[in-house]
């Protein structure tokens, strides 16, 4: 399944967006769903997932408080809502998916089945 994200763009300080995730012909419902960024010289960082029942998610500390994950099951959709960007959330922003047993994510590349191409987020100071 191809992961498709969409919602990027570029904003100023203080400001927010909302990405999406879906795989266009395919149900999420059975796929954790984890969210990662890599900006421009840095390594790719996890920073959300959401379990496949949507009962567990993870926020890393870099993002927790201003970003949240959530799933729209009947719209196939994963939506990472992120607000007070930072000018450091400068990034291109993947979604990917993962099998796991029981209601459970963990956002963690080797993990991963599934990636989507990524969507640019440039935050301006």
């Known amino acids: 399944a191809q992961l498709v994200e969409s919602g990027g763009g570029l904003v100023q300080t203080g400001d927010s967006l909302r990405l999406s995730c879906s795989a266009p012909?395919?149900?999420?419902?059975?796929?954790?769903i984890a969210w990662f960024r890599q900006a421009p010289g840095a390594e790719r960082e996890g920073i959300a997932c959401?379990?496949?029942?949507?009962?567990?998610?993870f926020h890393a500390d870099s993002v927790k408080g201003r970003f949240t994950i959530s799933k729209d099951s009947a719209k196939h959709t994963v939506f990472l809502q992120m607000t007070s960007l930072k000018p450091e959330d400068t990034a291109t922003y993947y979604c990917?998916?993962?099998?796991?047993?029981?209601?459970?994510?963990?956002?963690?590349?080797?993990?991963?089945?599934?990636w989507g191409k990524g969507t640019a987020v440039t935050v301006s100071s």
């Open positions: 012909g395919y149900s999420l419902d059975y796929w954790g």
């Open positions: 990917a998916a993962q099998m796991l047993h029981g209601d459970s994510c963990a956002a963690v590349e080797k993990s991963m089945t599934y």
């Open positions: 959401i379990s496949s029942l949507g009962g567990y998610t």
